[in-house]
């Protein structure tokens, strides 16, 4: 039975901004002004996280998964957890259904600082991705 | 929340949240200049799909500033979305009190942190001698110039972008520092660092037949399918690119920083060629190369985004987290290419216009 130190994860919504632009995932950490660039299959966990799959079900959804995987998938979710682009969720009401299986491939992504300054964004309206007037609730909530 | 009196300061009552007794106070400075000087103009303006009623009182900054915001007057008799009311506090005599250094506290993107939150926003542009104030929950703003004498260009050619941002961001739409030009079905996006030929692009493709929208700053929709506005009715140019233009172009100069630039009415210059709105088709990160021929090149997603947010960011005060998002969404949508200029401006307008016709 593989292990994961965090059963269910989320993506902290008011602290990012995330599309695939091109096919191609893009993150952006609005605390650190850091960017991140993910391969296809970092995107395709990035996809099953806001799906509210486990990490048992993304490993299962890896076809021709090595060994190893379980080891490296495990690394990468705890990379993005340390960086604040995922967290610690509680166990959902409703299990999700196991994802589209893809073929095993490394998951990856890059890390850009480059634009710190720029991307710096205003703290102070921490609303929800709807926009003003959804206020964002409290940590935890 | 309806303004109170003037008589409600000071702002840092023990009562009320900073945010909303400072704009409490301001629109007392507002009531006060408009018992005492009256409504010298009233207008609505469209703005990217939303009505503003303008309103100036006293003398001051309305002769300067309704040319560049002209084409976007409008006849209107319903309610408007927000009412931007602004006055010179050195010509009316009722200023809003200059925020102390300890106000200024933690400013961010012009920002002033103890006077913000959800509802309200204060910014203040210290090098501009302007400060503004939005409720979002009322529709109000209060635009208030703090120095004597007639306003810079650069604020001439670009005021209240502040505001407007912040009004904006509410509908999911943010000004982008971007050139934009195409034809009444489609615009594209021209994004990239300062002086990356954005503005020399965007009027090269004017003179040749296209719509102009913009040479630096223009409103950009998250929707499905994304939209652009035009906003400032200004185009400006560098000194150094004058020998590309038409001599008749009627210029101003100014000075922006060190720079020397020129400007002009598109409107004026090009009648009929100023684009209000059209779905956004394209962006593109323009780039001088030594070829004979411009050429289009797609461009990933990452070089998009990084042409378009971060510079956006920087230049518009207060395209906060929402700004990002907002961007992030519209990017997704739509395709981004490389456009390598070559020596003929009208082939890379032709580009452009093939693009923006989809």
Not at chain 2, 36 to 44: L, Q, R
Not at chain 2, 222 to 238: D, F, H, I, N, Q
Not at chain 2, 298 to 322: I, T, Y
Request: glycine share 8%; hydrophobic share 45%; net charge negative.
């Amino acid at each position: 039975m593989p292990h994961f130190p965090h059963p269910f994860l989320r993506i902290p919504e008011s602290k990012l901004a995330h599309e695939v632009i091109d096919g191609e995932l893009i993150v952006i950490h609005f605390e650190s002004g850091n960017y991140y660039s993910f391969n296809a299959s970092g995107a395709a966990v990035w996809g099953w996280v806001m799906a509210g799959a486990t990490p048992e079900q993304m490993l299962r959804a890896f076809s021709g998964a090595p060994p190893e995987a379980e080891e490296e998938l495990g690394k990468f979710l705890q990379l993005l957890v340390d960086g604040g682009l995922l967290e610690a969720a509680p166990a959902p009401a409703v299990a999700a259904p196991d994802p589209t299986p893809v073929p095993w491939l490394l998951p990856r992504y890059e890390k850009y600082n480059d634009m710190q300054q720029l991307l710096l964004a205003d703290p102070i309206h921490e609303v929800e991705a709807r926009g003003w007037p959804h206020i964002q609730p409290p940590a935890g909530a | 929340m309806k303004p109170a009196s003037r008589s409600a300061g000071p702002f840092s009552t023990i009562l009320d949240p900073l945010p909303a007794a400072y704009f409490r106070e301001a629109c007392g400075s507002w009531d006060a200049a408009e018992a005492a000087h009256g409504i010298s103009v009233e207008t609505h303006l469209a703005v990217a799909g939303l009505v503003f009623r303008l309103r100036f009182a006293g003398p001051g900054a309305s002769e300067q500033l309704r040319p560049t915001l002209a084409h976007l007057e409008m006849d209107h008799r319903g309610a408007a979305d927000w009412t931007l009311d602004c006055w010179s506090g050195p010509a009316t005599g009722c200023p809003i009190p200059r925020p102390t250094p300890l106000m200024r506290s933690g400013i961010h993107q012009e920002c002033l942190p103890l006077f913000s939150d959800g509802r309200f926003s204060v910014f203040h542009q210290q090098w501009l001698g302007a400060l503004g104030l939005i409720d979002r929950q009322e529709r109000r703003i209060l635009a208030c110039y703090l120095e004597d004498g007639p306003l810079p260009m650069y604020e001439e050619a670009a005021p209240f972008r502040a505001l407007f941002n912040a009004a904006l961001n509410t509908a999911d739409r943010q000004i982008v520092h971007a050139a934009s030009v195409g034809v009444p079905g489609g615009t594209v996006l021209i994004a990239g660092a300062p002086r990356s030929g954005k503005s020399t692009l965007a009027v090269q493709s004017l003179i040749h037949g296209l719509h102009y929208q913009s040479d630096d700053l223009c409103v950009l929709s998250a929707e499905e399918a994304p939209r652009t506005w035009s906003l400032y009715g200004v185009a400006k140019l560098r000194d150094d690119s004058l020998g590309f233009f038409p001599s008749s172009l009627p210029l101003r100069a100014f000075t922006e920083g060190t720079e020397r630039k020129h400007s002009f009415q598109v409107d004026g210059a090009f009648p009929g060629h100023l684009l209000p709105e059209a779905p956004c088709k394209a962006l593109v990160i323009p780039r001088i190369s030594r070829q004979e021929a411009s050429r289009l090149r797609p461009a990933s997603g990452l070089e998009a985004m990084k042409a378009l947010v971060p510079w956006s960011v920087s230049e518009v005060p207060a395209a906060g987290q929402s700004g990002v998002r907002i961007m992030m969404h519209a990017l997704a949508r739509i395709p981004a290419y490389h456009l390598d200029l070559g020596h003929d401006a009208a082939q890379a307008a032709g580009l452009l216009e093939g693009l923006a016709r989809g």
